[in-house]
């Protein structure tokens, strides 16, 4: 299976604040522009299914590229993005400030989102769901729509990364990455953060 992991495009939330599960929130014009350029981009990709987060803005990254193709966005809970617990819906600027954010940043392995999740848990859910998707689509492509912190934590798991490194993973809203799995057990990670037009969206 090779499957394109891909992370939101932008919202008006983007980068200010932990937005998690927040059904409230919605791509904004540009992050709907994203959308269409990246199912542009992947014309030419034979995918057999898209999947996504349940939260919406993961839903409507992926609908443009699952309407080309006749196919219906499926939801996989173990995608959604990381419960932050309490720090959600916090805005950035102050969650940065706060001395537990250092600790996230040195030790990402053994820190709890306070009445949160571990990223750890994150990766155990998430990976669980993946290698199911590669039994059920040997010799396929599939898509799935989430967000940067999932994404990176499948990332690190096939790439062998200790979980402590994710943050050396840049993954920017509407980008691709993608991983191979062989019904052998081979993977391969061909392809880390790849943005359509970066220059558009920084």
């Known amino acids: 299976m090779r499957l394109y992991l891909i992370r ?3 919202t008006a939330e983007t980068g200010k604040r932990l937005s998690s599960a927040d059904p ?3 791509l904004s014009s540009d992050g709907e522009a994203m959308a269409a350029d990246l199912a542009e981009h992947l014309t030419a990709v034979d995918l057999a299914a898209v999947y996504t987060s349940p939260v919406e803005r993961c839903r409507q990254t992926v609908a443009p590229l699952a309407v080309q193709r006749g196919l219906r966005p499926r939801k996989i809970g173990a995608f959604a993005e990381a419960d932050y617990g309490t720090w959600l819906g916090r805005p950035l600027r ?6 537990a954010w250092g600790r996230l940043m040195a030790s990402p392995a053994r820190f ?8 750890r848990e994150v990766q155990w859910r998430a990976v669980a769901a993946v290698e199911r998707l590669a039994e059920s689509h040997r010799g396929e492509s599939v898509a799935m729509g989430s967000h940067a912190d999932v994404i990176r934590v499948i990332l690190a798991n096939y790439l062998g990364m200790p979980l402590d490194l994710i943050h050396r993973i840049n ?6 990455s993608i991983v191979d799995l062989a019904p052998s057990g081979a993977v391969a990670v061909p ?12």
Not at 94 to 99: D, G, R
Not at 171 to 176: E, G, I, R
Not at 191 to 198: A, F, I, L, R, S
């Open 8 to 10: 939101h495009a932008v």
């Open 24 to 26: 409230s929130i919605q």
């Open 94 to 99: 102050s969650v940065f400030k706060l001395k």
């Open 112 to 119: 709890r989102f306070p009445e949160g999740e571990t990223l």
């Open 171 to 176: 993954v920017l809203p509407a980008s691709v």
């Open 191 to 202: 392809v880390v953060n790849h943005v359509v037009d970066p220059g558009r969206w920084r």
